[in-house]
């Protein structure tokens, strides 16, 4: 006879993951969390390139260019993937010195995803948004889910458009797409890289290496933040909520902590006393400067149950006893 158990064990066995863009900081961790979630064979990681953290030794791995459409159809097709994580993308700092290949990357790999969903070929699609969605004339205090947005970087231009897709082929195709608007990640099993909120991973490394920490963006500059435990947990979430409790189909607003340089090298130096920081600040200061300081993300809250578990004091002390 059919249980309860039984039908959540026959649900989560026939799901079959794809992770495009796995061995980058929020997919190498998100590709653990799916593997625990779904069973290693049923999640397939896939990148440019391989990476030789030990998560990719459990499952498939495919060598996939996200901006080649036949080879992500190939792909879904080899391994019959029902849900795509759609993790590959240039960040805002890198995709500022080449936006011709940000664009090209951020948007058609999106297209690609959102086309093979409108057909049928896959069910589900997570892909991330992000706070570059907003702009100089966004409040920057508590930044509310529906405002002013005008981004002005090529990564920001790409998420918005991205999110007016996704909203797009939910209401006229019936895709059932889900995205969170990432803050800052912090994390320490990968490396983020090309980002401007990479800093407040950097400055971690760089404290206990070598004592001390050169920051690119000036003391006084606010940004939302979230520990990689909580952005992994808001996605997967998303994903499992059931699809009527959706309820925007752009992106939602999730929120955790928000600091400076200054107040994350406070509570940096009261575990390591002998800290020391100076600035340096450089293009990416203009970013940082055009996004909010912090957010308001009642709607994930409201609509799928979100919550944040770590604080800045809790971060940092996740950071160091690990990084230790
Ligand atoms: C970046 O700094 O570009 C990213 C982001 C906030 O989306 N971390």
Known sequence: MWTCPDIVDFFLMSTKVLIIGACGQIGTELTAALQTTYGALNVIASDIRKSDNDVFADSPFEILDATNKEQIRACIEKHQITDVYLMAALLSAKAEKNPEFAW?????????????????????????????????????????????????TVYGISKLSGERWCEYYHKNHGVDVRSVRYPGIISWKARPGGGTTDYAVEIFHEALEKGSYTCFLKEDTALPMMFMDDAVRATISIMNAE???????????????????????????????????????????????????????TDAANDWNWSAHFDTKAIVAEMIENLR
């Open 243 to 297: 699809s009527s409790a959706i309820k925007i189909r752009s992106s939602y607003n999730i929120s955790a902590t928000s600091f400076t340089p200054k107040e994350l090298t406070s509570e940096i130096q009261k575990l390591l006393p002998d800290f020391t920081i100076e600035y340096a600040p450089d293009f990416r200061q203009q970013i940082a400067d055009s996004w909010p300081e912090s957010i308001d993300d």
């Open 104 to 152: 090209e990357l951020n948007m058609n790999s999106l297209l690609y995803v959102l086309d093979f969903a409108k057909d049928k070929l896959i069910e589900k699609v997570f892909w991330p948004s992000s706070i570059a969605v907003f702009g100089k004339n966004s409040p920057k205090v508590q930044t509310p889910q529906h405002t002013i947005m005008d981004p002005s």
